[in-house]
């Protein structure tokens, strides 16, 4: 394998993402409460539910399949799973804690021993193998019970039961968590609420005001939750985790010009703003007059904010957007997930439509290193593909191979080298297949390790080792040097 023109930092944190919604299976054992994804249904009548107001979170198995309940069982399997990571050669392992495994329902006064007696044994089997636990805490998870009852992150009262769940978790997993994250893709709550913030809008009228009102009670509660980080595990860093697409103006008309810049700020900038300089930024007061969005706050709520900074920026990068102000009926819906128009340089993925662009993550690193100067850190990245096991046995993904190579060229061939300062990489899923928080399916697959499960039911759960394992085991060997 030719040795490459990278250049990554000694110390580098290489390895893969996952969430306990989509990983750990188990749904009712072990003490758990029922969560926001064990109601989602597979298929696509999720994605009908995430664009949609009026989802009562109620299950109907007479319609629907509900894979998270199984999901790939590594709530019984994680001894495997961890031991195939570390043949990998992880330095790190992005994982969730399941908030309802600790609190059932939410607003329990007492955790449930069973829920933390678990994390234990995971994060003990990682230490094992010298693998670093990066641990998001809230991972599109919500209690259901705090969803039905509280009406999501809508109503301010789920600060309190946030700020009891991680003083929990920090006192119990001092000695054995570093890295935190506090909410997954904090700025996608206002594309899809469902997930982020536990509540399905009332109407599309009312969705921004809802959208932005439970954004701010959770900036609320992750400033609470690193400064609480910083009392219990002083040599905690707890960062933030954006979803970032750089906005692309479709031509160089300066209305489209900017236009794709006022989209940058609200989509991108906003969230990392608050988070990291610890204050709502001036641009978003006329966005705010102009929707007739009124923030309720409290008193203290901004000095809090100012006080509860993050230390990184940990981001997913899947994709840009392209933007232009006045579209056309045909090309509205034939962007990307996250909005925009089909950009004519880029090729798209088999899934869903999505471009292709390594070279937006370099844009993406620059942007967020420009802005904020604090270390950043790329927590989620991959290829979703169908995947063919051959008459050998083999899983021969390539295309996976010269997706995550692209990327990673991104990083350390250029954006490190243009003075970024990047302290990890973690494959979405990189490590083994899951259950895709988007559609609800085992078919897309993500993973350096194939899980024989299957949209209709089947399969036995066993892993293979794809080509994509022993590429990525190089990589890490390497430091990056052989892509």
């Not at 009406?151 to 001092?174: M, T």
């Not at 844009?363 to 008459?391: C, H, M, T």
């Amino acid at each position: 394998m030719a040795k490459s023109n990278l250049s990554f930092p000694e110390g580098f944190l290489w390895g893969g993402a996952t969430a306990a919604n989509q990983l750990e299976g188990a749904y009712k054992e072990g003490g758990k409460g029922l969560n926001l994804a064990d109601v989602l249904p597979g298929g696509k009548a999720r994605l009908k539910l995430l664009s949609q107001a009026g989802f009562d979170f109620e299950m109907d198995t007479t319609k629907y399949s509900y894979p998270n309940h199984e999901a790939i069982d590594f709530y019984h399997r994680y001894k495997e799973d961890i031991a195939l990571f570390a043949e990998m050669g992880f330095k790190v392992f992005r994982l969730s804690i399941a908030w309802s495994r600790i609190f059932p329902n939410g607003d329990e006064l007492e955790p449930n021993e069973e829920g933390l007696a678990f994390y234990d044994r995971v994060f003990d089997e990682l230490h094992k193998h010298g693998i670093e636990p990066l641990v998001t805490i809230a991972h599109y998870e919500t209690p259901l019970h705090l969803i039905k009852e509280y009406g999501g992150w809508k109503n301010r009262k789920l600060v309190e039961f946030f700020e009891r769940y991680v003083k929990v978790i920090f006192n119990r997993y001092k000695n054995k968590v570093k890295y935190w994250l506090t909410f997954n893709e904090i700025n996608g709550a206002t594309h899809m609420p469902l997930f982020g913030l536990g509540f399905s809008p009332t109407s599309e009228e009312t969705r921004l005001q809802e959208s932005f009102q439970g954004l701010h009670h959770q900036f609320v509660a992750s400033a609470i939750a690193v400064k609480l980080g910083h009392e219990i595990i002083p040599e905690s860093q707890i960062g933030c985790m954006l979803i970032y697409a750089p906005v692309y103006a479709y031509d160089s008309n300066p209305e489209n010009v900017m236009y794709a810049q006022q989209e940058s700020r609200i989509f991108n900038n906003f969230c990392g703003d608050v988070q990291v300089r610890g204050e709502y930024p001036s641009f978003i007061n006329r966005y705010f007059r102009e929707n007739d969005i009124d923030i309720a706050m409290e008193d203290g709520d901004l000095e809090l904010i100012k006080e509860g900074t993050v230390d990184f920026i940990s981001f997913s990068y899947y994709m840009s957007r392209t933007e232009k102000k006045k579209k056309s009926p045909e090309e509205v819906g034939h962007g990307n997930l996250v909005g925009g128009i089909k950009n004519p340089f880029l090729e798209a993925s088999d899934w869903g439509g999505w471009e292709i662009d390594p070279i937006g993550l370099r844009i993406s690193l620059n942007e967020l290193y420009d802005r904020y100067q604090v270390p950043l850190f790329v927590v989620e990245n991959g290829l979703g593909a169908y995947d063919k096991v051959e008459e050998d046995g083999s899983v021969r993904d390539d295309y996976r191979i010269d997706y995550l190579r692209e990327h990673i060229r991104a990083m350390g061939g250029e954006a490190i080298d243009d003075g970024v300062e990047l302290m990890g990489y973690t494959a979405w899923g990189g490590c083994i297949d899951l259950v895709s928080a988007s559609s609800g399916e085992y078919a897309k697959r993500y993973g350096f390790i194939y899980v024989d499960k299957h949209d209709d039911g089947s399969g036995t759960l066993d892993r293979k080792r794809k080509k994509s394992f022993f590429w990525y085991q190089n990589v890490i060997e390497t430091n990056g040097e052989e892509l």
